[in-house]
């Protein structure tokens, strides 16, 4: 039984069940470089909680075996169920190596694949934040032990494999999930250096060793500098492809990462400072409403009021709600082929959205309760709609089959359908916020002051068991006691002078998490709408002002003979699609750093012939008559009115 695995094999159809329910897709690539045989140590990402093991087992073809700790071994049941889902006891109260890694040791001699996560943690970080050692002591580590006369049989050199999972938003129903495998890591290339017998030679071969995977970690994960630079480059990505899932997700890592690079670049152009204020605020208004830019972009509104339209005309209000009531029609026509398996998945939808409640304040477990909750649900739900069908045909034997026939139906239909529906009604609700924010009295809408809370990212909370939190908190920890100190001698502020608040204008409160996170409260469409879109009419002007600055900048060098306007570039990509420069770490330049560049004539080049669509500048302009500025007069307002 422990042999061939048989709850590991259930489980792993379990989650890859709830992974294709939860994500549209899983995509998998570099999967030549999946090993056929010999021992491997599969080392991943680890940015999604459970998820992450889930995905990594669903779209691996063979057996994965994780750590646990070697105390739950004590109970002879515990340990049958531990070792037929193949799990490896690790005891991490041991000094010696040998004794931890010694279940390591024993599947990696029987030719199988150890999974490992060397982050150590789960964390939402704009950047890879840490990758330890713990994979390449076990690899280099097995190769001593194997060559000290260990190993019964045939010494096959063992490999790291990297694999990547990046999301395309980890936290949304029906987003996609890319893993991506690296070329296999040898254990040749480190192996003699680590069995050297000079002084420090092992632990600079480990460090060398996990500097690789590293490595490959960043070449095939997205990485900014810090959280504006990567929301910035969202936003744009969200611009440049309104169709969410236009991008070829082979290409999805290398076209975020490019936009990353460009929000890098150090003086971009002079006024990129208010080109990520503009994106930011968009995209932070779109995370307060819920709303999506590709959703926006795609409502059932008049044509006249496209932005697209180089002339635009206010039609009447009757005749512009007759039109969203005709459009509504015709996407609530389509509910009657869908509305049985929604009632039988409402459990399931209502569960999920209760479990991701739980963790409002935290991206990476969102996912995972939604996952977990809905899977608790639909045991319940298959089984009541099963015994719904067997009921109808009397309880017979042939009736059960029947029944359950029809539930499997049932959840391969809902499965097919959701896509094409969930978009509809995503789509159908925006229109309605929409029409209620844009017809609304003017002095419903809430004023500049009022919105600071919902025109500035908020940042996910930091990892506390990430190793650079754990300074900070130990050095916060220290300041504060200091400050506890001081605070007694020091008397109470006086209250501040009243201050005069119109009715109708005061901000409305933010909510507090458990661990003291501010929350963004979705506010009223009546009173937010309006300020949303005129944040994607000035987006879409950031976005088009940027590249118009940039051609024009290209064109002002080569006609000087000064060459091409560079952008900055990650190393890998700076290596694949321009060059790469030796950039002095210290003063004295006593070490140096790799960077790469990319002529941003090629990065054009590039996003375009992956279906970006870059504004025009006459686009810009014609875009500030859209429906986004309207008044509920339908007058054309202006940012100051």
């Given amino acids: 039984m422990q042999d061939l695995y048989l709850l590991h094999r259930f489980l792993r159809k379990i989650a890859s069940l709830a992974c294709q ?158 893993l991506e495998y690296s070329k296999p890591i040898p254990a040749s290339q480190f192996l003699s250096q680590f069995l050297s017998s000079e002084p420090d030679a092992p632990k600079a071969a480990v460090k060398a060793l996990t500097r690789t995977v590293e490595r490959a970690f960043h070449e095939t994960t997205v990485n900014a500098p810090d959280w504006d630079t990567l929301y910035s480059a969202r936003m744009v ?81 009757l005749y512009t709600v007759a039109l969203l009531i005709k459009d509504t029609l015709s996407l609530v026509i389509r509910l009657p082929f869908f509305v049985f398996p929604l009632l039988v998945h409402f459990p399931v939808y209502f569960m999920a959205k209760f479990g991701a409640g739980l963790v409002r304040d935290e991206e990476e477990s969102q996912a995972q309760n939604k996952v977990i909750f809905g899977v608790l649900a639909m045991f319940m739900a298959y089984p009541t709609a099963f015994f719904f069908f067997w009921a109808l045909f009397f309880f017979t034997p042939f009736a059960a089959v029947v029944a359950a026939g029809l539930v499997t139906v049932l959840a391969y239909y809902h499965t097919t359908m959701i896509d094409d529906n969930y978009e509809h009604a995503k789509r159908l609700i925006a229109a309605w916020r929409v029409l209620v924010g844009v017809w609304a009295p003017s002095h419903w809408e809430f004023p500049i002051h009022a919105m600071s809370q919902y025109i500035t990212p908020i940042t996910p909370l930091p990892n506390p068991w ?57 506010p009223p469409s009546r009173r937010i709408m309006r300020h949303v879109l005129r944040a994607r009419v000035k987006a879409i002007r950031a976005v088009s002002q940027l590249f118009t600055e940039l051609g024009r900048q290209d064109k002002v060098l080569k006609s000087k003979g000064q060459g091409k306007k560079r952008v900055y570039a990650s190393e890998h990509l700076g290596a694949r699609f321009g060059g790469l420069v030796d950039v002095p770490t210290t003063p004295h330049a006593e070490t140096v750093r790799r960077e790469g560049w990319r002529d941003y004539e090629e990065v054009v080049e590039f996003l375009r012939k992956r279906g970006a669509k870059i504004p025009s500048p006459s686009a810009s302009k014609d875009i500030g008559d859209d429906w986004a500025t309207l008044s509920s007069d339908g007058e054309l307002t202006t940012d100051n009115e």
């Fill in 21 to 178: 329910s939860f994500f549209h897709e899983i995509h998998v690539i570099g999967s030549e470089y999946i090993p056929q045989d010999g021992p491997v140590i599969v080392v991943a990402t680890h940015h999604n909680m459970m998820l992450d093991p889930a995905v990594l087992s669903s779209g691996f073809p063979g057996i994965l075996h994780y750590w646990s700790k070697a105390s739950l071994y004590a109970n002879p049941i515990v340990k049958e169920i531990l070792l037929s889902t193949g799990n490896i006891p690790v005891d991490r109260k041991s000094s010696d190596r040998r004794v931890l890694l010694k279940g390591t040791f024993e599947t990696l001699a029987k030719g199988e694949v150890v999974a490992l996560f060397p982050e150590g943690t789960s964390y939402t970080e704009p950047s890879i934040a840490q990758v330890k050692d713990g994979a390449s002591w076990a690899l280099l580590e097995y190769c001593k032990w194997a060559k000290e006369g260990n190993l019964k049989g045939e010494f096959v050199e063992p490999v790291i494999l990297p694999a990547a999972m990046v999301y395309t938003n980890k936290s949304k129903y029906r987003s996609s999930a890319i």
């Fill in 237 to 317: 990505r969200d611009i440049l492809w309104v169709d969410e899932r236009s991008i070829d997700l082979d290409e999805f890592v290398v076209i975020s990462q490019t936009l990353v690079d460009l929000f890098t670049t150090p003086h971009l152009v002079p006024d990129i400072k208010d080109v990520q204020i503009a994106l930011l605020e968009y995209y932070s208004l779109l995370q307060a409403t819920h709303l999506s830019h590709s959703v926006l972009s795609n409502l059932p509104l008049p044509k006249t009021l496209d932005p697209k339209q180089q002339n635009i005309s206010m039609p009447s209000r």
């Fill in 466 to 522: 990430l190793d650079k939190y754990k300074d900070h908190a130990e050095q916060k920890k220290g300041e504060s006691n200091e400050s506890l100190k001081s605070s007694d001698t020091i008397p109470a502020m006086l209250p501040s002078g009243p201050q005069v608040v119109l009715p109708g204008e005061e901000e409305p409160p933010a909510s507090i998490s458990k661990t003291g996170h501010q929350l963004k409260r979705r």
